[in-house]
């Protein structure tokens, strides 16, 4: 029994000075950079009525395959065009507390990407310009390669900046070298929703007379801790 006790004070005689060495410092480190949106993603709203719900996603789809092969016929460059949110639904009309069935209504999103911000959207605007009644939106976002290389350099530059301020810390205190411990990181939502966002009515005749639109540079920002050990 007196080893054993004996034995423990041995154990926490030497221990105590290795906990005493642990020290810590946590750090954190900021990063901030400008970039352009290199893409824009046009989303038309497509709408139409008719008695019958066959009549009309007929004439959905006419209307919707008719954009397209004029956007085709454009020569437009770097451009995607798909279609999202199908839907046919009972026309529904309300009125002082009552409401009406009145045929049926198709409707869906028309989705058009476009990597070239210049020419390529003027001419995509340009089409829709042509149609009267035709709302959409323009969102300005980065591409994916991008948008990738942009968020390995702020992370870069977040963890540069931890190491230089740890440095100065250290060099301001006298703490020596330091050792990294943890490093705490939580991606930011900067991609996570369109830089510039604005509807368009491709009737208007302002949409007509000045339909290109380039988005000005953007701030990024991230953030990481970093939690240092030192030996004094």
Known sequence: MRSAFLFLLLILFIS???LAQTNQIEVEGQSEIKVKPDQALLQVNLQLKAMQASQASQALNKKTNTIISNLDKADIKEMEVFTSNYFVNINRLYQKGTSKDSGYVASQT?????????QSLFKVMEVLGEYDELN??????LTDDLRKSKEEELLRLALDDAKRRGNTIADAMD?????????????QDNFSRPMMRMSMDAGMESAKASPVLLPEE????????VTFGFKQ
Request: hydrophobic letters at 35%; aromatic letters at 8%.
């Open 218 to 225: 953007q701030t990024l920002s991230d953030k990481v801790l």
């Open 175 to 187: 703490l020596g070298n330091l050792t990294v411990q943890h490093v705490q990181y939580k991606s």
């Open 16 to 18: 105590t000075p290795l």
């Open 110 to 118: 028309l989705n058009i990407k476009v990597n070239e911000l210049e």
């Open 136 to 141: 959409y939106s323009v969102s300005f976002q």
